[in-house]
Nanobody
Framework: QVQLVETGGGLVQAGGSLRLSCAISGRTFSRYTMGWFRQAPEKGREFVARIGWSGGTTYTTYYADSMKGRFTISRDNEKNTIYLQMNSLKPEDTARYYC?????????????????WGQGTQVTVSS
């Protein structure tokens, strides 16, 4: 069973940076597509970014439009960990951030296609 644990959230001023980490258990982690989502109070879960295996040692990333240029998703397969580097943070980035694993779907296009989720880590950006 795949388990995910997010860390790195906190309180930061607008314009600041945070790096989230997500540690994953799983024997074939390098083949999993991993994603980051977020959910603000009274809002639905929002896609942030994903990183998927493209063959060999190549991984492909994809971002929500509002995160492009500010957020970077990466992974360290030796550490079974993915990261979300968040720069130029805005108050509207305030949310609980979740990592998710898709162990069966190569390029998931909806949250329902991810079959393992972490508990989330809170990010609060003050103005």
């Amino acid at each position: 069973q795949v388990q995910l644990v997010e860390t790195g959230g906190g309180l930061v001023q607008a314009g600041g940076s945070l790096r989230l980490s997500c540690a994953i258990s799983g024997r074939t982690f390098s083949r999993y597509t991993m994603g980051w989502f977020r959910q603000a109070p009274e809002k639905g879960r929002e896609f942030v970014a994903r990183i998927g295996w493209s063959g060999g040692t190549t991984y492909t990333t994809y971002y929500a439009d509002s995160m492009k240029g500010r957020f970077t998703i990466s992974r360290d397969n030796e550490k079974n960990t993915i990261y979300l580097q968040m720069n130029s943070l805005k108050p509207e980035d305030t949310a609980r951030y979740y990592c998710a694993a898709s162990t069966k779907v190569v390029w998931p296009t909806s949250p329902a296609q991810y079959d393992a989720w972490g508990q989330g880590t809170q990010v609060t950006v003050s103005s």
